[in-house]
């Protein structure tokens, strides 16, 4: 497993943009497909984006298409998530996450399950 922490979140108004990074060391980054996930207080943890080991894949849910961009560099083991034109139900805790490790280089997996090594979260705040 390796280890994950988050940077970059905040409070924005909504139609505005953040960056979020997410850290990763002890172990091969390029090895983990990456996602970051979100989370409402009383709500389940939900898949938001996610990228493939190798970086050629990238999966959104709808919701979020067209506003957020994943991307990752193995060479800083990072990955990022920008979003834009925030809306005010994106308002969460954010957390990075790296699969299980033995997927194919261009696969992105979708399911919480599918992912074994979490970030502690960080907020996400749109203001109206």
């Known amino acids: 497993q390796v280890q994950l922490v988050e940077s970059g979140g905040g409070l924005v108004q909504a139609g505005g943009s953040l960056r979020l990074s997410c850290a990763a060391s002890?172990?091969?980054?390029?090895?983990?497909?990456m996602a970051w996930f979100r989370q409402v207080p009383g709500k389940e943890r939900d898949f938001v984006a996610g990228i493939s080991r190798n970086g050629a894949r990238t999966y959104y849910i709808n919701s979020v298409k067209g506003r957020f961009t994943i991307s990752r560099d193995n060479a800083k083991n990072t990955v990022y998530l920008q979003l834009s034109s925030l809306k005010s139900e994106d308002t969460a805790v954010y957390y990075c996450?790296?699969?299980?490790?033995?997927?194919?280089?261009?696969?992105?997996?979708?399911?919480?399950?599918?992912?074994?090594?979490w970030g502690q979260g960080i907020q996400v705040t749109v203001s109206p």
């Open positions: 002890g172990g091969t980054f390029s090895r983990y497909g």
């Open positions: 996450a790296a699969d299980r490790g033995h997927w194919a280089p261009d696969v992105v997996v979708n399911l919480r399950t599918d992912y074994t090594s």
